[in-house]
């Protein structure tokens, strides 16, 4: 039911009070009722859920009754009728497919994407706020405004200047009902969840439970100035209703939140957002903001010095042995890396070059993010490549040469972060027998990779290229 807050606002209806609390049972009974009718025709094609008996929608023992609502029906929307006696007798014939057919799940994403601005069944958060996004690790700040407020502001008459000068004044706190010009009617429609009283979140969250036969995703705003129980009184109401879950957020306790208000950012970084009501008129606009409080390492990508220090580590692969390199360019951070394998010119030497080179330009690439740190996740993303076959067994095992690659890094990690990584253990690594475990009696001979079979096993012989592995030959 994502987009409910904005239907209510088009319908005219508060969200959160007794009306606004129907209207969402209503509609949430009316999506109910036919999940459970297309759930019963997939039974009729597919058959029941495999442990229907003995459930409540046992055929031969049903215990399943319709849902009841928890708030009597006093307004007519225009809703086609419901009959749940045929949803009953459809289950006692046919079975039902699915033992669960509804929950409401958090959609704040996918509602920003889809242009709601009601995210699942949750009220609208404010008519105009802030929006952060993390941009390659920069803070983009967003700034919205309701479109939905701003047609019913035209309905009223008023010009682009004025309708604009409202915004403004809503950016503040995101809510309009503190604007003496706004008709009463306005207000009571456009309210936001800071309007909503905490008892009025968990009724409405009541209302719709009644008909979610899994838990629905449901915040419960409280102010800043809320205790310890008023959250009591919160979980107690949402319990004798019947609720599922419950999730409570109190204004101000997060330090960085997706969605913020003008007046709760100001009180965390008054400077940082001098000015910034400027940029409502555009819908989604971009405002600059202040520099993030992170470490930039650098703002473009390094250059590379005349010299530098570095080790250098070598470990057998199932193409041969590699030489990994790792310069670090001061400050313990690494710098670049170099990865030579097998012969210059070969297929597997121009690999090795090339995961070396996008290896170096992670490292050396504008980031807030340390180098060592993107060295870990490299290394995350190497570990476990599995190849054609792998060499050693146990921890010895290599898989691949990307997997290799990463060992190598992983145990320069290691050293660095003081685990005392030392020679044996590197040379453990470099494709050592385990204890008590042979060598393997047959070795195939290394060499190019195969464009047939894909083995690195292409070698030069008498003239000819030839592979080892499945008998390719280039002659």
Wanted: proline share 5%.
């Amino acid at each position: 039911i994502m987009g409910l807050a904005d239907l209510m606002y088009h319908v005219g209806v508060r969200y959160g009070s007794k009306e606004g609390q129907e209207f969402g049972a209503q509609i949430m009974e009316f999506v109910r009722y036919h999940a459970m009718l297309t759930s019963i025709e997939l039974a009729k094609e597919r058959g029941a859920f495999p442990a229907i008996e003995g459930s409540i929608y046992d055929r031969k023992n049903m215990k399943w009754t319709a849902p009841k609502t928890i708030i009597n029906y006093e307004h007519d929307w225009g809703r086609p009728e419901i009959h749940w006696d045929g949803v009953v007798e459809g289950i006692r014939k046919h079975g039902i497919r699915n033992a669960a057919q509804t929950t409401v799940a958090p959609t704040g994403t996918i509602a920003t994407v889809a242009g709601c601005e009601g995210y699942g069944c949750e009220p609208v958060f404010a008519l105009a706020y802030y929006r952060h996004v993390n941009d390659n690790g920069r803070d983009l700040k967003l700034t919205y405004a309701s479109p939905r407020f701003d047609e019913a502001l035209k309905k009223l008459g008023l010009g682009e200047e004025k309708r604009q000068e409202i915004v403004e004044q809503v950016m503040n706190e995101g809510t309009c009902q503190h604007i003496a010009e706004i008709p009463q009617a306005i207000r009571d429609t456009f309210v936001v969840s800071a309007d909503i009283t905490a008892e009025e979140h968990v009724l409405m969250q009541g209302a719709l439970q009644a008909f979610v036969d899994n838990s629905l995703s449901k915040t419960v705003n409280f102010p800043e100035n809320a205790t310890e129980e008023d959250v009591a009184r919160a979980y107690m109401l949402a319990w004798e209703l019947g609720c599922k879950g419950i999730t409570v957020y109190v204004t101000g306790s997060r330090e960085k939140v997706v969605l913020e208000t003008k007046a709760t950012a100001d009180k965390k970084a008054p400077s940082a957002l001098s000015g910034a009501a400027g940029a409502v008129e555009a819908r989604h606009s971009v405002t600059p903001d202040a520099p993030t409080p992170a470490p930039v390492w650098h703002g473009t990508k390094r250059a590379r010095p005349k010299a530098l220090t570095g080790r250098t580590f070598n470990i057998e692969t199932p193409v041969g042995k590699a030489f990994i390199t790792i310069n670090e360019n001061g400050g313990e951070q690494p710098f670049e890396a170099f990865i030579n394998t097998a012969k210059a010119g070969s297929e597997i030497a121009a690999v090795s070059e090339a995961i070396g080179r996008l290896i170096s330009y992670i490292l050396r690439m504008a980031s807030p993010v340390a180098p060592m740190d993107r060295l870990r996740e490299v290394v995350v993303q190497l570990i476990g490549i599995g190849g054609g076959r792998s060499l050693g067994f146990g921890i010895n095992r290599v898989r691949s040469l990307p997997d290799g690659i990463g060992q190598v890094l992983e145990n320069y990690l290691r050293d660095k972060d003081g685990a005392g990584i030392d020679e044996e253990i590197s040379g453990s690594l470099a494709g050592s027998p385990a204890p008590g475990v042979h060598p393997e009696p047959v070795k195939m001979k290394i060499g190019d990779i195969c464009p047939e079979c894909g083995e690195a096993a292409v070698v030069n012989e008498e003239g000819c290229r030839k592979c080892y592995a499945c008998g390719y030959s280039e002659c």
